[in-house]
C-alpha cells in the first residue's frame, strides 16, 4: 500500500545507464540546511560506478553537488545524499542526474512541496507521488540517527527513505519550555546521536498526523522507550491503536 497522491508522468530521457533519480525531499521537517535528501537507485543487473557524477537543482540559484569518485551502485541498490547546505527551493523545482562525462541521464519533473514535514516525492512506476509509503510488516529498519529534536523525537538517516522523523511510540516527554525537557533531550543525545538504532515501527499505526514514523528504538539492543520511562525522563502514553503496551516499561 503507498500512501501517496498522484502527480504527473515523468518523461524520462534515454541513458546507457539505468540509474535513476528514486526519492527526494526539498522541505523536510525542521529546518532544510543539511536535511534536505535525494536518493539514486540502481534498477539493473550491473554495478554502475557513478563516481564524479553531479546532482544539480534548476530553479533560482543552480546548486550543484559531486558524487565521491569511486562511488559505485551495485545492482538493486539505493544510496542517498544529502548536502551540508540549503540546496532545493521548496517550489517549482527540479533535480538533473548528470554522469561524469556531463551527459544528462536522468531528471526529474518541477514540482513542489510547502508542506514542512517527512513527506517527500518518489517515483512510483510512470509517475511520482507526494506522501509517505507504508513499510514492510514486522522488519526491524537500520538506521543512524542524525539529529535528536526533543526527548521522544529523533530524526533517523535511511538509506531509502533519506532523513525521516521518528516518534517513539507509547511515551510522552516534556515540552520545549516545560521542566525536564533539557534533561530528557540531553539523555536521549547521549544515548543515541550519530548512533546505528533499529526501528520496530509500530505495525497498526505506523505514522502520526504529523507523518512521523511512530516506532521503539533500540540502540545496542537497549529499548530507549523503556529506558526514558523507568529513568524518569518519560511518562507513559499509550495511544490506541498501537501493537505496542508501554505499561510493561513502568
Not at 550543484?64 to 569518485?69: F, L, V
Not at 548536502?83 to 523545482?93: I, V
Not at 528504538?217 to 530507549?224: K, P, R
Not at 518519560?234 to 501493537?243: H, I, L, T
Request: net charge negative.
Amino acid at each position: 500500500m503507498l500512501l501517496f497522491t498522484g502527480v504527473p508522468t515523468l518523461n524520462r530521457l534515454s541513458s546507457p545507464s539505468d540509474v535513476i533519480i528514486y526519492a527526494f525531499d526539498q522541505n523536510p521537517a525542521g529546518s532544510d540546511e543539511g536535511n534536505e535528501w535525494v536518493t539514486f537507485h540502481n534498477p539493473s543487473n550491473e554495478s554502475v560506478d557513478i563516481g564524479n557524477w553531479t546532482f544539480e537543482s534548476t530553479h533560482g540559484t543552480t546548486a550543484i553537488d559531486w558524487i565521491a569518485e569511486g562511488t559505485t551502485l551495485y545492482p538493486s541498490a539505493y544510496c542517498t545524499y544529502t548536502p551540508h547546505y540549503r540546496w532545493l527551493d521548496n517550489s517549482e523545482e527540479a533535480i538533473i542526474l548528470r554522469n561524469a562525462k556531463g551527459e544528462e541521464v536522468d531528471r526529474t519533473p518541477v514540482l513542489s512541496d510547502n508542506e514542512n514535514d517527512t513527506r517527500y516525492w518518489m517515483r512510483n512506476n510512470s509517475e511520482w507521488t507526494f506522501g509517505v509509503t507504508e513499510l514492510e510488516k514486522g522488519e526491524l529498519w537500520s538506521g543512524y540517527v542524525k539529529n535528536v529534536v526533543d526527548g521522544d523525537t529523533v530524526d533517523v538517516r535511511f538509506n531509502i527513505y533519506g532523513i525521516q522523523r521518528v516518534r517513539l511510540v507509547g511515551i510522552n516527554t516534556p515540552e520545549i519550555g516545560e521542566e525536564g525537557y533539557e534533561e530528557a533531550k540531553e539523555f536521549v543525545n547521549k544515548t543515541c546521536l550519530c548512533e546505528e538504532v533499529k526501528l520496530d515501527v509500530d505495525d497498526m499505526k505506523q505514522y502520526d498526523s504529523h507523518y512521523r514514523i511512530l516506532a521503539v528504538v533500540y540502540v545496542n539492543d537497549t529499548n530507549l522507550n523503556e529506558k526514558l520511562v523507568r529513568e524518569g525522563y518519560a511518562e507513559v502514553m499509550y495511544v490506541p491503536p498501537s501493537e505496542f503496551n508501554p505499561y510493561v516499561w513502568v
